[in-house]
């Protein structure tokens, strides 16, 4: 760990996916790592469990205490975007004026030691970039990797390799979100989307397409920038570029896409090399297209077909990307992270292509009120994909309540007749009196408190 010299990381947030995967970092390199976060979670729990203190309430006396045997030099203060303002703590320190980064600060300063793979995208990031990882550490190099959820592979989201060798690499997911991935100058650099998303922040699609081809730009003269062949029809970047895609002329894409026995298989074209029957494992159309744009960044690390082949069989993916919780011949119930219309669409047709004969129930929801107003037509048309959509109130995230926009005015826009509203924690009992076959939970905010008790309601039938 070359880049810092603290001996105190405070982070105001910790349990967030990304700054939790940093504590870990600094904690592997035994600096004193503490945190606050809003709420307990498994996440939280976990870092406990790993010697990091944690508390869930904006205390200003604990935390002098902390900080009162430190100089400031000595104390790095790591906070989320997501901490309001006027967090009674973020307060303190900055009339403190102690040191204060945003946790994409911190990260771009870790990844100028190592070659840096970076993945950027609307959707797909996550298991791209944790695919990715799983190829370069099936294949031996010497690889760090922060991702944004917790491979089943690994179990962690962040991945540890030697920081002594020169030659080591780093993978990072870009996050669009407040531009953090400007902080970011990869030697190689993938876009898989760039579909319009956080408008709070942005404003309007065309600077969020500004912000992404920023980020295109940013990649190292002498660097490899791969995009999905959608994104560079949209983006009109002018860089030297590598395209991939699915079905489409690309110069690594994938077809000839096929379901057998519920697995993926498919060929990809990978530059001048044909790789046939490839077998990918996690489902989804999606993810062989995320699975094209990790071939592309081994091939340019010149790893071994061979490995690559088995990288891709053995991959079993991310908690939160459809995560089989329940598999069995009476039921099947999958839960995932999507929040995204496209995510939503994206989800939903995998499941709908692996079982095809089957009733597909979805639970849905909704995360942010301002992302439900940008996009409720395009949530009202991915939700109609369903057979049965049981429907529950936004998650707020950060955000107070809009006028007028509910999960009510979600409901009135969806056609499909077998539609429900139904309170979070009457969710359990409304479930006990529906048959399911094939049952999805999709959300960003606090759904997943839920998955537990639907899997033991679920197993309990089985």
């Known amino acids: 760990m070359k880049a810092f010299n603290y001996k105190i990381v405070y982070f105001l947030g910790i349990g ?6 940093l504590a870990r970092y600094f904690n592997h390199y035994k600096l004193l790592v503490s ?81 840096t793979i970076a993945i950027a995208g609307t959707h797909g990031k996550t298991t791209t970039s944790s695919l990715v990882a799983h190829i370069l550490k099936s294949a031996g190099l ?14 962690t989201n962040l991945l540890l390799g030697d ?13 669009e979100y407040d531009r953090s991935f400007l902080t970011l100058h990869p030697d190689i650099a993938v876009i898989t989307s760039a579909d319009a998303d956080h408008l709070d922040i942005y404003g309007d699609e065309s600077f969020v397409h500004e912000s992404y081809t920023l980020f295109a730009n940013q990649v190292k003269e002498n660097g490899v920038l791969i995009v999905n062949k959608n994104v560079d029809n949209v983006l009109r ?45 996690i489902p989804g159309r999606h993810n062989v297209e995320n699975s094209v744009a990790a071939i592309a960044i081994a091939k340019q690390l010149n790893i071994e077909t061979s490995k690559i082949v088995e990288a891709l069989r053995s991959f079993k993916g991310v908690k939160r990307r459809f995560d089989y919780r329940v598999k069995t011949n009476s039921v099947v119930y999958v839960d995932d992270y999507a929040h995204h219309p496209e995510e939503l669409k994206a989800t939903i047709s995998a ?7 089957k009733k597909i129930t979805g639970i849905f929801q909704p995360h942010l009120f301002s992302r439900t107003r940008d996009f409720a037509n395009e949530f009202a048309a991915s939700l109609d994909m369903l057979d049965e959509i049981i429907l529950l109130e936004i998650y707020p ?23 429900h509203l139904v309170k979070k924690e009457n969710l359990i009992a409304f479930l006990e009196k529906q ?25 309990s039938r089985s």
């Open 16 to 21: 967030g996916i990304g700054m939790s995967a």
């Open 35 to 115: 945190g606050y976060d809003k709420t307990e979670t498994v996440l939280t729990k976990e870092l406990v469990k790993e010697g990091i203190d944690i508390h869930y309430d904006e205390n200003i006396t604990s935390l002098k205490l902390l900080l009162r045997n430190y100089t400031k030099e000595e104390v790095l203060i790591v906070y989320t975007p997501a901490v309001p303002k006027d967090h009674a703590e973020l307060v303190y320190l900055q009339q403190e004026r102690y040191e204060i980064q945003k946790r994409s600060q911190v990260l771009g300063t870790i990844t100028k030691q190592f070659k």
């Open 142 to 155: 010497n690889c760090f990797a922060f991702l944004g959820g917790i491979t089943t592979n690994y179990n």
């Open 163 to 175: 920081a002594n060798d020169s030659n080591a690499l780093i993978v990072v997911e870009a996050d």
């Open 237 to 281: 970047l002018t860089r030297n570029r590598l395209c991939y895609g699915v079905s489409l002329e690309a110069d690594y894409h994938a077809e000839n896409v096929r379901v057998e026995n519920a697995t993926f298989f498919y060929d990809v074209e990978a530059g001048d090399e044909a790789m046939k029957d490839l077998q990918l494992g």
């Open 351 to 357: 499941a709908k292509s692996l079982y095809p004969d």
């Open 397 to 419: 995230a950060r955000e107070k309540p809009i006028e007028g926009v509910n999960s009510q005015m979600l409901l009135d826009k969806m056609k499909s007749k077998n539609k």
């Open 435 to 459: 048959k399911v076959e094939v049952l999805l939970t999709m959300g960003a905010g606090d759904i997943d408190t839920l998955i537990e008790p639907i899997e033991q309601l679920l197993k």
